[in-house]
C-alpha cells in the first residue's frame, strides 16, 4: 500500500510543480514524466495484480497456441481474441503482449489529458485516487476499448460520424459493452441547460425504477449477459462502492452546475476574461458541453446503478473524462479563494476514499500487494 500512498503524494507533488511552472514546461515531456511511473507499474506487473488479470494471462496462454484464423475455445470477443494472435503471431509472450496493452491504454489516456485537461497533473492524480489506474490493471479488456474510445472524441468534434463509428465498433470488437458509447454522438448536438438536464436526470431515475423490466430486455435482445442474472451484478447487495461513486459523481455534477457549465455563451465570456480563445465555443461546439454530458452519463449510471454493480464497468466509458471535466470545471470558478477551496476538497476528497478503499476494501481491485512478474515468476 505503500508504493500507492507514493505514488499519490508524487502526483500531488507535480500538481504544484505545474502550477508554480505552468508556463515553462515542455508539455509533451512533462506528460512523458508523469505518466511513467505508472505505465511501469502497470507493464510490468504480476497476473496476480488485479481481480482479472489472470484470467487475461489464461487466454492468452490459450489463443496465442491456436491457429491464427482457426475458431477459438474461448468465449471473448473477436476483436480481442484477434489482437491477442496479432501480438502472438510476432512471438512476444504474456509479459510482451502486457507491456504492449499498459503502454497503448496509458499513451490514450495521456494523449487525451495532453489535448483536452488545463491542469494534466490533476488529471493523472484524478486516475489513480478515483481507481482508474486500478480498473486499467484489473479489467484490462474494458480498459483496451476506453483507450480506443478516447481517440473517437476527435470525431465528435469535428463531426465526422463515419470516423466516430469506426472507433466504437472497434472498441465494441474488444468489449462488446462499448456499444453505449453510440448514444453520445446525438447527445453532443444538444446545448444542455437547467431544464434538459432535469429531464435526463428524470429519464435516469424512471429507468432505475423500472430497471428489472429493462435489464431484461436487453438480454432476451442481445442474447448477452443472461449468465449474469443469476450472479449477484444485477442485484443490490448494500456494496459500499455503490455509495461511494454515486456521492463522488454527485458532487462533480453540483460543481458543474453551479458554474453554469454547459452554457456556451457564458462560457465563451469567460474565456475572453482567461485570456483563452476557444475556437469551438464560436463554432458552436462546445468541450465543456461534451465533458458535462459525460458528468450527466455518470450520474445518471450511478443512481441507476443502486439496482446492479455491474453497471460501474458501464459508468467507466463516461467517467473517465473526469480527467478532463473536473480540471477544467474547477478553472470556471470565477472566485479564486473559492477555487482553491474546491479544489482543495476535491484533492482531499479523492484522497481519503482512495485510502479507505486501499484499507478497508483492498478485494475489490486486487491490486494490493503489488507484485512484481518477474518476482512471481521465481516463484511458481
Not at 491457429?67 to 468465449?75: C, D, G, L, N, V
Not at 462533480?252 to 452554457?263: D, I
Request: aromatic content about 20%.
Amino acid at each position: 500500500m505503500k508504493l500507492y500512498i507514493c505514488i499519490v503524494l508524487y502526483y500531488v507533488l507535480s500538481m504544484v510543480i505545474e502550477k508554480i511552472l505552468h508556463n515553462r514546461l515542455n508539455r509533451k515531456i512533462w506528460v512523458l514524466i508523469i505518466v511513467l511511473p505508472l505505465l511501469i507499474l502497470s507493464a510490468f506487473r504480476a497476473p496476480t495484480v488485479g481481480n482479472d488479470t489472470f484470467n487475461y494471462y489464461r487466454s492468452y496462454m490459450m489463443v496465442s497456441q491456436e491457429a491464427f484464423f482457426s475458431p477459438s475455445q474461448s468465449r471473448l470477443e473477436l476483436g480481442y481474441i484477434f489482437y491477442m494472435r496479432l501480438i502472438a503471431l510476432f512471438g512476444f509472450s504474456y509479459l510482451g503482449f502486457q507491456i504492449i496493452t499498459s503502454t497503448f491504454i496509458m499513451f490514450s489516456v495521456s494523449r487525451f489529458i495532453y489535448k483536452y485537461s488545463s491542469n494534466m497533473a490533476f488529471s493523472f492524480f484524478i486516475f489513480i485516487t478515483a481507481r482508474m489506474f486500478f480498473n486499467s490493471m484489473n479489467i484490462s479488456r474494458q480498459f483496451l476499448s476506453i483507450a480506443i474510445l478516447l481517440f473517437s472524441i476527435d470525431f465528435i468534434k469535428e463531426r465526422k460520424f463515419i470516423k466516430f463509428t469506426i472507433f466504437v465498433l472497434l472498441a465494441t470488437s474488444i468489449h462488446f459493452t462499448s456499444i453505449v458509447f453510440f448514444v453520445v454522438y446525438p447527445l453532443s448536438y444538444i446545448k444542455f441547460n437547467a431544464k434538459k438536464t432535469i429531464l435526463l436526470l428524470s429519464l435516469g431515475v424512471i429507468s432505475a425504477i423500472s430497471f428489472d423490466k429493462l435489464i431484461q430486455i436487453f438480454v432476451s435482445v442481445t442474447g448477452r449477459y443472461a449468465g449474469y442474472l443469476e450472479g449477484g451484478y444485477f442485484n443490490f447487495e448494500g456494496n459500499i462502492a455503490i455509495y461511494i461513486n454515486l456521492i463522488i459523481n454527485l458532487l462533480f455534477f453540483l460543481v458543474a452546475v453551479f458554474t453554469k457549465y454547459w452554457r456556451c455563451d457564458e462560457l465563451e465570456k469567460l474565456d475572453e476574461k482567461l485570456g483563452l480563445n476557444n475556437q469551438f465555443i464560436k463554432q458552436g461546439f462546445s468541450n465543456e458541453n461534451l465533458w458535462y454530458i459525460f458528468c450527466l452519463l455518470t450520474l445518471i449510471l450511478s443512481i441507476i446503478g443502486l439496482n446492479a454493480t455491474i453497471l460501474s464497468r458501464i459508468e467507466s466509458y463516461y467517467s473517465i473524462f473526469f480527467l478532463a471535466f473536473i480540471p477544467n470545471v474547477v478553472k470556471y470558478i470565477r472566485s479564486k479563494e473559492l477555487r482553491a477551496i474546491v479544489t482543495l476538497g476535491i484533492i482531499v476528497g479523492l484522497f481519503a476514499s482512495f485510502i479507505v478503499v486501499m484499507v478497508f476494501r483492498p478485494y475489490w481491485t486486487t491490486v494490493y500487494p503489488y507484485v512484481w512478474y518477474w518476482d512471481w515468476r521465481l516463484s511458481n
